[in-house]
C-alpha cells in the first residue's frame, strides 16, 4: 500500500464555469451556476473560476453570488489587463472568504498584435496590472495567454515582472492545444530553472484538448513540477475543450504508483456532477469518454463479461463505485456469453436449469441479431415464452 501522506498536493482549478461555459451553446442560467458551483465545493475543488464579472451583468451576479454562498472553495473571477476589468472582477468576488483574481494578456506574436503593443509596452502593462490587481486582493493569478507559442525569452521575462508584481500563481496556458506532453513538462521545468522567485510560487497548467492531448500535457506539467491543475468537467470548453477534470483526477489516484500526487477531489461525486453538468450545459457526455461515459464501465463482449463475473479486476483499472456509480454495466447483446445470461436472469428473478438455459440462449442470440441492446424488459419477454408453453 503507498503512503500517500508524504506526497505533493496538486490544487484543483476548475473552470466549467467560466471556460467551459464559453463553449459556444454552453450557456447556463444563473441558478444552474449556482448549483454547479456548489457542487464544486462540496466535491473538494481547491479553486473555482466563478465567471468573467466583466463580460455582462449576468455574468457578475453569478460571480457574485457563488462568492458568498462558497464554503471551502477559493473563488477566481477573470480579467484582462485592463484596470476596469480587474476592478470588476474584485468588486464580484470580494465577499469570498477566499477571492481570487485572475488577471491574463496574450503574449505570443499572434496575440500582441490584437491590441498592437511592443514586447516593451506589453511588460509594462502585465507590471501595471498584476500591481494593481495585487494591490486589491492577496491572492492573484496571472496568465500569459497562448504561453506555449510565446518565444521563450519572453515568457520568461513577462512570468519574472508578474512575479515580482505579486503573482501568487502563474498559470501557463496552452490556449490552443498546441503543445505535447514532453514539451509541456520541458517548459514547466524551464520556468523552474530560469525565472527568479520562480520557487516562490504556484505554477498552474491550463491546456486545450485540440489535439486530445489536454490531460497527457496536464499531467506532464506536474510531473515538471506544477502544482495546479486547470480543468472542466467533462473536459467542456472552446473548441475541442479543456482538460477534463475527471481525468486528471483519477489518473493520479489510480497510477498513483508512478504519478505520487494527492488531489482533494472526493470522486465519489464525479459521476453525479458529470450528469448535471452534461444537463445544464445540453453538452451531452460522449459514450465512451473516459470515467463518466455511459460505457465507461459497460461491457458487452462475452469474455469481457465472462471474466468480469470472475473477478471485476480483469477488465476494470478502477471500481465503478469510486467514481460514484453502484455498479459495473453488464450490456446484454449480441457479443454475450451464457455467463452474462444466466447472471443477467438470475438477477431478475430467473433460476435456470442446463438445458433451459442452453433453448433461452438460442433465442436470444436470435433476437441480439435484430436488436441492437438487450434490455431486462426483453429478457423477461424471452422468459414467458419460454416457461409458457402458449
Ligand atoms: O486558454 C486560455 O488561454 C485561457 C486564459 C484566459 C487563461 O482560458
Ligand atoms: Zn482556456
Redesign the pocket.
Known amino acids: 500500500m503507498t503512503d500517500t501522506t508524504q506526497q505533493d498536493r496538486v490544487l484543483i482549478f476548475d473552470t466549467t464555469l467560466r471556460?467551459g461555459e464559453q463553449s459556444p451553446g454552453a450557456t447556463m442560467t444563473h441558478a444552474e451556476k449556482i448549483e454547479i458551483a456548489g457542487l464544486l465545493d462540496e466535491m473538494g475543488v481547491d479553486v473555482i473560476e466563478a465567471g468573467f464579472p466583466i463580460a455582462s451583468e449576468g455574468d457578475f451576479a453569478a460571480v457574485s453570488e457563488i462568492a458568498k454562498l462558497s464554503k471551502t472553495s477559493v473563488i477566481c473571477g477573470?480579467a484582462r489587463a485592463q484596470f476596469g476589468d480587474i476592478d470588476r472582477c474584485f468588486e464580484a468576488i470580494k465577499h469570498a472568504a477566499q477571492p481570487r483574481i485572475h488577471t491574463?494578456i496574450g503574449t505570443s506574436p499572434l496575440h500582441r498584435a490584437i491590441p498592437n503593443l511592443t514586447m516593451d509596452e506589453m511588460a509594462d502593462r502585465i507590471h501595471e496590472t498584476v500591481t494593481h490587481a495585487r494591490n486589491l486582493c492577496d491572492n492573484v493569478q496571472w496568465?500569459p495567454?497562448?504561453a506555449t507559442r510565446t518565444e521563450l525569452d519572453y515568457l520568461y521575462r513577462t512570468v519574472e515582472i508578474a512575479i515580482k508584481a505579486g503573482a501568487t500563481t502563474i498559470?501557463i496556458?496552452d490556449?490552443v492545444g498546441y503543445t505535447a506532453p514532453r514539451e509541456s513538462a520541458d517548459l514547466i521545468r524551464k520556468l523552474l530553472e530560469n525565472v527568479p522567485g520562480a520557487d516562490e510560487i504556484v505554477f498552474a497548467t491550463?491546456c486545450?484538448n485540440d489535439l486530445g492531448m489536454a490531460t497527457a500535457n496536464s499531467l506532464a506539467a506536474v510531473e515538471a513540477g506544477a502544482r495546479q491543475i486547470e480543468c472542466t468537467i467533462n473536459g467542456l470548453g472552446e473548441r475541442a475543450g479543456n482538460t477534463a477534470l475527471e481525468e486528471v483526477v483519477m489518473a493520479m489516484k489510480v497510477r498513483n504508483d508512478i504519478m505520487p500526487f494527492q488531489t482533494k477531489i472526493d470522486s465519489t461525486k464525479l459521476m453525479n456532477i458529470s450528469r448535471r453538468v452534461a444537463a445544464v450545459s445540453g453538452f451531452a457526455v460522449q459514450f465512451n469518454k473516459a470515467i463518466v461515459g455511459k460505457n465507461a464501465f459497460a461491457h458487452e463482449s462475452g469474455i469481457h463479461q465472462d471474466g468480469m463475473l470472475k473477478n471485476a479486476e480483469t477488465f476494470e483499472i478502477m471500481r465503478p463505485e469510486d467514481v460514484g456509480l453502484t455498479e459495473t454495466n453488464i450490456v446484454m447483446g449480441k457479443h454475450s456469453g451464457r455467463a452474462a445470461l444466466r447472471s443477467k436472469l438470475e438477477n431478475l428473478g430467473y433460476e435456470l436449469g442446463d438445458n433451459q438455459l442452453k433453448d433461452v440462449f438460442v433465442r436470444f442470440k436470435e433476437l441480439a441479431d435484430r436488436k441492437k441492446e438487450i434490455y431486462d424488459d426483453d429478457l423477461i419477454a424471452l422468459m414467458r415464452t419460454a416457461t409458457d408453453p402458449e
Request: no cysteine.
Open positions: 471556460d477573470l491574463f496568465s495567454m497562448d498559470n496556458p490556449t491550463h486545450h
